[in-house]
């Protein structure tokens, strides 16, 4: 464990119990949903690498303009 998490353990059991609770649903829900990202990019990266290779390919052909942030 990290120190910077303990650090965060130790203050946690100072809470009440349902405070406890509430701080272990919060991270919880974390976990999950950076594991649902993780299987998403990971689902996604052949369809992503076929963007990106279709986007080269249009740039290359010069069928791609250069993106102007100062343009409303």
């Known amino acids: ?3 910077l ?3 965060a353990v130790a203050r946690v059991t100072q ?3 349902p405070d406890q609770d509430v ?3 919060l991270i919880m829900e ?3 949903s950076e ?3 993780a299987r998403a990019f990971a689902d996604s990266a052949e369809a992503l690498s076929a963007l990106a290779r279709e986007a ?3 740039h290359k052909a010069g069928k791609t303009q250069p993106l102007d942030l100062d343009a409303p």
């Open 23 to 25: 701080i272990a649903a």
């Open 1 to 3: 464990m990290t120190p």
């Open 5 to 7: 998490l303990e650090k």
């Open 30 to 32: 974390e976990l999950a």
């Open 56 to 58: 080269l390919s249009e």
């Open 35 to 37: 594991e649902r990202w």
């Open 15 to 17: 809470l009440s119990e």
